[in-house]
């Protein structure tokens, strides 16, 4: 859930950056954007609500004061993620309990809802480019009108999709079978605060038990150091390309429509992510070796020098577009084809680190203990939450590289 949140927000980025206007437009909105939503998802453990839509697609229909738009889209995916981070979490440490092929369907459900909201949105903004002015379409001109019409539908279409989701939600947990599976981990925890609430512990009690359970905690980070480096790692390089570089990339076909160009960019890398999950549903394709996946894991450092050879729009601090040279990889295709191994990578090896951190049998630092499974899921799925954020914290300094100019205003 909470990456479709994210997916849905980025995707608007455009329309975002055009009721901004100029004078907040300067400002590197999809950096920001991602390093707030990415802080509080690491810091939150609320509950799980997608009420933040709505006023999205309100906010299509009637303009507001760039500043307060500014702080609206700053908030809301601050929101998104503090109640978002909860579900995630609880959602990976259920699937772990049941082996590495349920933490698989998990991961690669994630992948395929981006990858539909992807294709909603390139499917939505190809009508309203469609609808719009031919020579405008073509020579790639935006007034804001295919901007604004496009996000209108696709916020509405994801709302309805959040309240399917909901109905769906409460016909799986009324399910016999799912009671059952699920009832040990929730009684265990009603137990607990029951147990404290009647007994009353001293607090000398309750430091013991706190000593005990981080002691646990981090005998398993101990334990599991290369796997969570090698996904934190995943999720680093990612970030610090996508969105805050490749939305940078502009066509070099003059024919190719920009938000046509970036809508597309967004599917190719979703599609790619959803293809590396899924892959590892395919025994032959499996690596269960912690050394293995942390080397395949900062090999993707390669991406970053590639993003930067390609057709990336430079602009002053005044918002106006640099000369620059011509770019080495000058191709949309080969640009879209690196996306996608950016996707399919980020994928596959982020999916067989959570599938190896909690696995009894192809994990041996676990020396078949299954009070750490829980654990060892709870912490990789963190490590995704600290890649995000410190990928949106290094996405500055390769904008930075990329314009030669101060990235937090620029």
């Not at 890398?269 to 395919?282: P, S, V």
Request: with cysteine.
């Amino acid at each position: 859930m909470e990456r479709h949140d994210h997916c849905h927000t980025i995707l608007s980025l455009p329309t975002t950056r055009h009721s901004l206007h100029l004078d907040v437009h300067l400002l590197p909105l999809d950096i920001l954007h991602s390093l707030t939503f990415h802080i509080f998802g690491a810091c939150h453990g609320g509950l799980e609500a997608d009420i933040t839509l709505a006023p999205n697609t309100h906010l299509t229909f009637f303009h507001v004061a760039p500043g307060l738009f500014f702080t609206f889209v700053l908030v809301n995916g601050a929101m998104q993620a503090a109640l978002d981070s909860h579900l995630q979490t609880s959602v990976v440490t259920v699937a772990a309990v049941f082996g590495p092929r349920a933490l698989q369907a998990v991961m690669s459900g994630q992948a395929a809802v981006a990858t539909v909201v992807s294709a909603v949105q390139a499917l939505n903004t190809s009508l309203f480019l469609w609808k719009a002015r031919p020579e405008a379409d073509a020579s790639g001109a935006v007034d804001g009108s295919a901007e604004e019409g496009s996000a209108r539908m696709f916020f509405a279409l994801c709302t309805f999709f959040l309240l399917i989701s909901a109905t769906a939600h409460n016909t799986l947990v009324a399910q016999s079978n799912y009671k059952e599976l699920a009832a040990p981990l929730e009684q265990a925890s009603v137990r607990e605060r029951e147990r404290l609430a009647e007994q009353q512990p001293p607090a000398s009690f309750l430091r013991r038990d706190y000593i005990t359970q981080k002691a646990h905690i981090l005998r398993v980070v101990k334990a599991n150091t290369t796997f969570d480096i090698a996904v934190a790692y995943v999720f680093i390089v990612t970030m610090a390309v996508f969105p805050a570089i490749t939305t940078s990339v502009m066509p070099t076909n003059p024919n190719t429509h920009p938000l046509l160009f970036n809508s597309i960019h967004f599917l190719v890398l979703n599609t790619g992510d959803f293809l590396g999950r899924y892959i590892c549903a395919l025994p032959s394709l499996l690596i269960w070796s912690a050394n293995r996946l942390l080397a395949l894991s900062l090999a993707r450092s390669l991406f970053i020098p590639l993003f930067l050879m390609c057709n990336v729009q430079r602009t002053s601090s005044s918002g106006l577009p640099l000369p620059a040279p011509a770019p080495i990889i000058s191709s949309d295709i080969l640009f879209m084809l690196i996306v996608f191994a950016l996707g399919l990578s980020n994928g596959y090896i982020s999916s067989l680190c959570m599938m190896a951190a909690p696995s009894l049998v192809h994990n041996p630092r676990l020396k078949g203990r299954k009070e750490d499974v829980d654990v060892a899921a709870t912490v990789a799925n963190f490590c995704i939450a600290a890649g995000l954020v410190i990928g949106s914290v290094a996405s500055f300094a390769v904008r930075g590289v990329m314009c030669g100019c101060n990235p937090f205003i620029s």
